[in-house]
């Protein structure tokens, strides 16, 4: 797949988004960990920032757990998961990685090899084999309405190549995003998203950490950036338990105690 057809190939199936929250940067520390609970780790993906967690972060940090959110990159899938193993590396204890959308791809692959990774959990979010890209499996079922929401924006690459970058259209966003996340919401949303470079989602991973650590998927059955057929397929695919919730694409706006409740399952599972 190629940049000059992903958008034509996203409407048959899904862009990519993601969300996270408002400690973009950070980095965990050896104070990081408390007690014998794991710290939390959530990557965002595309058309956000990781500020759309903080509803999650609040519910988690009030039930004793300590949180992480990682600003994703967005650039590249093998670069944007060095970032994330690097901040995954500077916590001390085990740790749940929690991601969205893209930013389940970029977990995947960060996570493969790092002992102290006890769960993954992915948030209406990719799945993908060693070999497959993130656009690839946003093509192989219908129903995503993003594709034609997006534009393309000409961009340097680190290696001095042009690139595309890709935003939602603001207009389209709530309806395609964040359907039930109030429509103020929305608006910050739209006008503060971060864009994907076209790169990024044709980069195939090169490993999958969920084929030995155990993982949970969230399907979003109103969503019209992927599928709940294509989030079905994946989670069936890595054995994840999963469960099912109606909400839209932009979940962990929308329903943030549900995802948090989602992942202090997968938290819990790790306490021995």
């Not at 980095?27 to 609970?37: F, K, L, V």
């Not at 493969?112 to 890209?133: H, M, Q, R, T, W």
């Not at 994907?196 to 989602?201: D, K």
Request: charged share 20%; proline share 6%; glycine share 8%.
């Amino acid at each position: 797949m190629t940049i000059r057809n992903i958008k034509t190939t996203m409407t048959a199936g899904v862009a990519v988004a993601a969300l996270t929250v408002g400690c973009a940067g950070a980095r965990a520390t050896e104070d990081t960990a408390s007690g014998d609970r794991p710290t939390v780790v959530l990557v965002h993906g595309a058309f956000a920032d990781s500020s759309s967690w903080n509803g999650v972060v609040r519910s988690l940090e009030a039930d004793g757990y300590p949180v992480i959110a990682v600003a994703n990159p967005l650039r590249g899938l093998a670069s944007d998961a060095g970032h994330v193993r690097s901040v995954v590396d500077g916590v001390r204890g085990p740790v749940v990685l929690a991601g969205h959308s893209y930013g389940g791809s970029v977990m995947s692959q960060a996570a493969d090899g790092l002992p102290n990774v006890k769960a993954l959990v992915y948030v209406a979010s990719f799945i993908l084999e060693p070999g497959e890209s993130t656009a690839e499996l946003a093509a192989k079922f219908p129903g995503g309405e993003l594709g034609p929401a997006l534009k393309t924006l000409p961009v340097p690459l680190p290696d001095g190549m042009e690139g595309s970058d890709l935003y939602i259209e603001q207009d389209q966003f709530r309806k395609v995003f964040a359907a039930d996340v109030p429509a103020d919401v929305t608006a910050l949303m739209a006008a503060t998203q971060r864009p994907i470079t076209a790169a990024a989602l044709e980069e195939p991973a090169t490993k999958a950490a969920w084929k030995t650590i155990p993982s949970w998927n969230l399907v979003t059955t109103e969503d019209l950036a992927i599928p709940a057929e294509s989030m079905r397929f994946m989670g069936q695919r890595a054995n994840s338990h999963t469960l099912e919730i109606k909400a839209s694409h932009a979940v962990a706006v929308s329903q943030p105690d549900a995802v948090a409740d989602f992942i202090t399952q997968a938290a819990d599972s790790t306490l021995g």
